[in-house]
């Protein structure tokens, strides 16, 4: 059974289009096309952390906007140098 193609990145050998898959332990992994080369992460973090460089998560968490502090009145002030008349 093949796994499911995660994304797609550029084979660290070759440059050659590659799918990154993840396999059992969801751990990335890929086997070029081109020259055969393979890659297979061994720690948890550091795969999520080339899923998260190479594919962003396609429904990102946004932070609700903060909303802008209220802008303070401007003071009165006085036009300084304006001459009537
Ligand atoms: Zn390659």
């Known amino acids: 059974m093949s796994r499911e193609t ?4 550029s084979c660290h050998n070759c ?7 993840k396999n059992v332990a969801e751990k990335a992994y890929y086997t070029c096309d081109h020259c055969g080369f393979k890659a297979q992460h ?3 973090r550091s795969s999520d952390a080339y899923l998260s460089k190479i594919a962003p ?9 903060a909303t802008p502090a ?12 304006t001459i009537l008349g």
């Open 70 to 81: 209220p802008t303070p009145a401007p003071a009165n002030r006085r036009s300084a140098g």
């Open 42 to 44: 061994t720690w948890q």
């Open 6 to 9: 995660v994304t797609r990145h």
């Open 15 to 21: 440059g050659g289009d590659v799918a990154v898959k």
């Open 57 to 65: 998560t396609p429904a990102p968490t946004q932070a609700p906007k």
